[in-house]
């Protein structure tokens, strides 16, 4: 796979030429220099890839020889969201993907809640789209990571009612209290919420909502573990409820936890997202990193 020798540039693009059958981003490795993988990837996510004209954002997108590339020479395609809570990870005309910070809400409650919606709606304006920030599922307001908004009401109701056949993979990260005994395996049992709206769990059925958790210990110490959740149910407190069952609260939780607060939050963030696009069908993958103050207890 060589470099066009006489690639043609403009304002927007640079143009190169396809020599030999590969993965889309092994392409992109290969023939854009001076660039990361971490930010060749986030222009691919970005929409600033075009094959033969069309978008694509598939990482492994099957090239063949004579098709041409146009890789976005912009550092951003539209303006900037700029807030301390959300950050924009992935936007196309249907849907946009946001990390979100500690503190927020992703939806409003109450009179004048800082809420994730409400920020969205707001760069919308600014930035003269003519659509909303639709709310397809929620984070908590101190749990951290990925999230993705509807921004068209078609958008938002194939997500409702087909959610968990979109979203294939979905995955938190946390820090819990005590020493992990186990490396891995499922917990799995009903949930279901009391009259304060502290959800209980109970090994049979109790009216409530079966939840099904998988665990995956990264890493401990005699005082805290590090631990991946992966969601096969999307339940309301699930990893939280779940986690204290095994004895391992997460920590920061005032709700079901026991006072172990290490770093003064909710130790818990959405770090990982994969769904198939509603409109187009392929396949979205969003990863963020582990927050660097859960790793520095396990140092």
């Excluded at 990571?145 to 995955?171: P, S």
Aim: charged fraction near 25%.
């Amino acid at each position: 796979m060589q470099r066009e020798d006489n690639r043609k540039t403009n304002t927007e693009y640079t143009y190169l030429q396809v020599t030999a059958e590969s993965p889309l981003l092994e392409f992109l490795l290969a023939n854009i220099k001076n660039e990361s993988r971490t930010k060749i990837k986030a222009t691919l996510r970005g929409r600033g890839i075009k094959v033969n004209g069309k978008f694509v954002t598939q990482f492994d997108f099957p090239l063949k020889p004579g098709m041409k590339i146009a890789v976005s020479k912009s550092k951003r395609n539209n303006l900037q969201l700029n807030s301390r809570y959300v950050k924009l990870v992935y936007e196309d005309r249907h849907l946009v993907v946001v990390e979100k910070n500690i503190g927020i809400l992703s939806m409003a409650a109450g009179h004048s809640s800082l809420n994730v919606k409400s920020v969205l709606d707001d760069y919308f304006h600014k930035s003269h789209q003519h659509c909303n920030a639709h709310v397809v599922h929620r984070l908590d307001r101190d749990t951290s990571g990925l999230m993705v908004y509807a921004k068209n009401m078609e958008t938002e109701q194939i997500l409702e009612h087909n959610w968990h056949d979109i979203v294939y993979d979905r995955r938190y990260v946390a820090v819990v209290s005590g020493e992990m005994e186990e490396d891995g395996g499922t917990i799995a049992n009903w949930l279901k919420d009391n009259k304060s709206y502290i959800t209980y769990s109970s090994p049979v059925d109790n009216g409530g909502k079966y939840a099904v958790t998988h665990f995956h210990t990264l890493a401990r110490t005699t005082d805290y573990s590090l631990v991946e959740y992966r969601l096969e149910t999307g339940r309301k407190n699930q990893i939280r409820v779940h986690s204290a069952d095994m004895g391992h609260p997460v920590c920061g939780d005032i709700k079901y936890g026991n006072g172990d607060n290490p770093l003064h939050r909710l130790c818990l963030h959405a770090y990982m997202l994969c769904f198939y696009h509603p409109i187009t069908g392929e396949r979205m993958e969003f990863e963020t990193p582990i927050p660097s103050s859960f790793k520095s207890l396990f140092k």
